[in-house]
C-alpha cells in the first residue's frame, strides 16, 4: 500500500473536499482523486460518500480513518529515526500560533529551530479561530505542535505544557464610575458593553464560561483579534474588559482593576501523544524560550 495514497485520503477526510486536500498537499486534484480510487480498490471498500456539494466519510472510511493516521505518523517515525542517525534531525514541523501575540518570542523560537535542525521543513501559520480552532487542527493531524489558551480541561487526550500564567483583570475607561474601585466583580461588569477576542480565543472561552456558571449574559460590541489593542479599545470608550494580565498593553486612559475572583489563564503548548523527534525538538526549545514581560507599567490609573 503506497503511504501516499493514505495521505490523500487523510486529507480529503479532514478538509472535506478533494479540492481543498489537493491544495494542502500542494498537487493536483486529479492526483489526489486517482489516490483515493487506488486506495479503494486495495481496501475493497468505498471510503468516501460524494455528492455534488458534499464529500463524507462512509461507514468504512471513518473506521479506517484512526488507522491511515497511525500509520502514516509510525512511518514517519522511522524516518525520523534513520535520517537522523544518518545526517541529524530531518522532517516536517507544523507549528500553529496566536496570529497577534509577543507573549511568547515565536520568531525567536522559530528561527532558533530552523538554525538547529535545517533538515526540517518548519512551517508556522495562525488560526482565525484562536485557541480551538488550533487545538482542532492538532487533534486533527493539520498542525504537529500549536500554542493555546485553553484550560487544561479542554486538552483531554493531547500532551500539553504551561509555559505562562496569569490571571483575569478588569479594564475600564478613565472616568468610568467603577474605574476609582480597589477590586471589581463580574456581576458589576455584566451589564457594560465589552471589548474581547473573537469566538474561540481561549481567554473567551474561560470569562464566558465563569459568566455562564454564574448566570449572567454580557454584550460584546468590540472583537479584536490582537488582544494587545484590547486596553486601547477601552481607552477609546467602547467599553469595559475582563482579560488575563499578560495580555494587556498600556493605553492611555485605561484603568486596570483586580478581580474579586481568582480567574486563572495559561499559555500552553500542545501536541499529540505520540511524537515524531521534530515535534520532541520544538517542545523542548519552546519551553525554554518564554518570555514573560515586565508588567508593572499596566497598574491601576496608569
Same mark, same amino acid.
Given at each position: 500500500m503506497d503511504t501516499r495514497h493514505l495521505e490523500y485520503f487523510i486529507a480529503v477526510a479532514e478538509e472535506g473536499s478533494f479540492t481543498r486536500a489537493a491544495h494542502r498537499l500542494q498537487t493536483v486534484q486529479s492526483a489526489v482523486s #486517482?489516490?483515493?480510487? *487506488? +486506495?479503494?480498490?486495495?481496501?475493497? #471498500? *468505498? @471510503?468516501?460518500? /460524494?455528492? *455534488?456539494? !458534499?464529500v463524507e466519510l462512509s461507514d468504512a472510511g471513518r473506521a479506517l480513518l484512526p488507522e491511515a493516521r497511525a500509520a502514516v505518523e509510525s512511518l514517519d517515525r522511522v524516518y525520523d529515526v534513520v535520517a537522523a542517525a544518518e545526517s541529524?534531525? !530531518?522532517?516536517?514541523? /507544523? +507549528?500553529?500560533?496566536? %496570529?497577534?501575540?509577543?507573549? +511568547?518570542?515565536?520568531? %525567536? @523560537? %522559530?528561527? !532558533?529551530?530552523?538554525q538547529l535542525y535545517p533538515g526540517v521543513a518548519l512551517s508556522v501559520v495562525a488560526s482565525p479561530t484562536g485557541s480551538t480552532g488550533l487545538v482542532d487542527d492538532v487533534r486533527a493531524g493539520r498542525l504537529d505542535v500549536a500554542i493555546t489558551g485553553l484550560p487544561a480541561g479542554d486538552l483531554a487526550g493531547l500532551r500539553s505544557h504551561e509555559l505562562l500564567a496569569g490571571e483575569f483583570v478588569a479594564v475600564l475607561p478613565e472616568g468610568h464610575p467603577l474605574a476609582g474601585r480597589s477590586m471589581l466583580s463580574l456581576d458589576e461588569l455584566a451589564g457594560e458593553p465589552f471589548v474581547d477576542g473573537p469566538p474561540g480565543f481561549g481567554n473567551r472561552v474561560i470569562i464566558e464560561r465563569e459568566l455562564a456558571s454564574r448566570g449572567l449574559r454580557r454584550t460584546v460590541v468590540v472583537e479584536s483579534p490582537d488582544m494587545s489593542l484590547v486596553a486601547a479599545f477601552v481607552a477609546a470608550g467602547l467599553g469595559v474588559a475582563a482579560v488575563p494580565r499578560m495580555v494587556l498593553r498600556p493605553a492611555p486612559g485605561a484603568v486596570v482593576v483586580p478581580l474579586d475572583v481568582s480567574l486563572a489563564f495559561s499559555i500552553r503548548s500542545v501536541s499529540r501523544t505520540r511524537a515524531t523527534r521534530p515535534v520532541e525538538a520544538a517542545l523542548a +526549545? @519552546? !519551553?525554554?524560550? #518564554?518570555?514573560p514581560h515586565d508588567l508593572s507599567a499596566i497598574r491601576a490609573g496608569t
Open positions: #486517482a489516490g483515493v480510487r *487506488t +486506495l479503494e480498490r486495495e481496501v475493497r #471498500a *468505498t @471510503l468516501f460518500v /460524494r455528492s *455534488t456539494r !458534499r541529524g534531525l !530531518r522532517g516536517r514541523l /507544523r +507549528l500553529g500560533v496566536f %496570529a497577534n501575540t509577543d507573549m +511568547l518570542d515565536i520568531p %525567536a @523560537l %522559530a528561527g !532558533r529551530f530552523h +526549545l @519552546l !519551553r525554554g524560550v #518564554a518570555v
